[in-house]
């Protein structure tokens, strides 16, 4: 199986967090992720949020530190 990707993308939220990735898997969308950049997240302002999950990848409801522990996270979610 091919590794994670994952793909620059703006993301249009609403508010100053607007640093996303697609992460893909053999070419498929898995899951949306955006940095947490606006003030309003406090001490998790610059993490990692998965705002959206497909497939075999549940919903998260607290930030990763990095995208290493996002794709850390990801291959554990998906058997890899």
Same mark, same amino acid.
């Given at each position: 199986?091919?590794?994670?990707?994952?793909?620059?993308?703006?993301?249009?939220?609403?508010?100053?967090?607007?640093?996303?990735?697609?992460?893909?898997?053999?070419?498929?969308?898995?899951?949306?992720?955006?940095?947490?950049?606006?003030?309003?997240?406090?001490?998790?302002?610059?993490? /990692?949020?998965?705002? @959206?999950?497909?497939?075999?990848?549940?919903?998260?409801?607290?930030?990763?530190?990095?995208?290493?522990? @996002?794709?850390? /996270?990801?291959?554990?979610?998906?058997?890899?």
């Amino acid at each position: 199986m091919a590794p994670l990707t994952f793909q620059p993308i703006p993301v249009r939220t609403g508010c100053q967090d607007q640093n996303g990735r697609l992460v893909l898997l053999d070419g498929e969308l898995i899951a949306v992720l955006v940095r947490l950049d606006d003030a309003i997240h406090g001490q998790d302002q610059g993490k /990692w949020f998965l705002e @959206a999950g497909f497939s075999l990848v549940s919903l998260r409801t607290h930030p990763f530190d990095d995208l290493d522990e @996002a794709k850390a /996270w990801l291959e554990a979610q998906l058997d890899l």
